[in-house]
Structure formats: structure tokens, C-alpha cells
């Protein structure tokens, strides 16, 4: 997987989370940072790295990112690696 593969499937899991309110805000409250902070990071590969994580931190939440986006769940956990410098 390319840096920019992962960088398009984080962005996309920013943008399901933030189309689903509570799960968003689990993640504002779990990263420590607010709404403003989450749109001046949104093309940082760590902060996109630390939404992938959050994903993948709960199965639930990963099947449900997956299904909506048609994603298998093997990618999001390569494009984690990727963002983390792997």
C-alpha cells in the first residue's frame, strides 16, 4: 500500500466518523482534540494514523467503517502500518 492509498483511506474513515456523531465524538474525546484541531490536522499521516487506530481499536466500529465504505478490514490495518512510518 502507498503513502497516498493510505492517506485517501484515512481521510475517508475521518469522514465517516465525522458523519456519525457519537463515534466522532468518542474520537475528539479520546484524541484530546477539538473540532477546529481535527481540520487543520486532516492531512497529517500521524493524526490520519491515530483515526485508522482509533478504527481498529474496536471491532464494532472497524465492521461498520468496512461495510459502509466497502472496505476490507485488512487494508485499513496496512494503511495504519503505512501512516505509522512502517
Do not use: I, Q, Y
Amino acid at each position: 500500500m502507498t503513502l497516498d492509498a493510505a492517506e485517501t483511506l484515512a481521510l475517508k474513515a475521518l469522514a465517516w466518523l465525522v458523519n456519525s456523531p457519537d463515534d466522532l465524538g468518542r474520537f475528539l474525546n479520546v484524541s484530546g482534540c477539538g473540532t477546529e484541531e481535527l481540520r487543520r490536522r486532516a492531512s497529517d499521516p500521524v493524526f490520519l494514523a491515530a483515526v485508522l487506530a482509533f478504527l481498529l481499536s474496536e471491532d464494532g466500529l472497524l465492521g461498520a467503517f468496512c461495510e459502509a465504505e466497502s472496505v476490507d478490514h485488512k487494508h485499513v490495518h496496512m494503511a495504519a502500518h503505512v501512516l505509522e512510518g512502517g
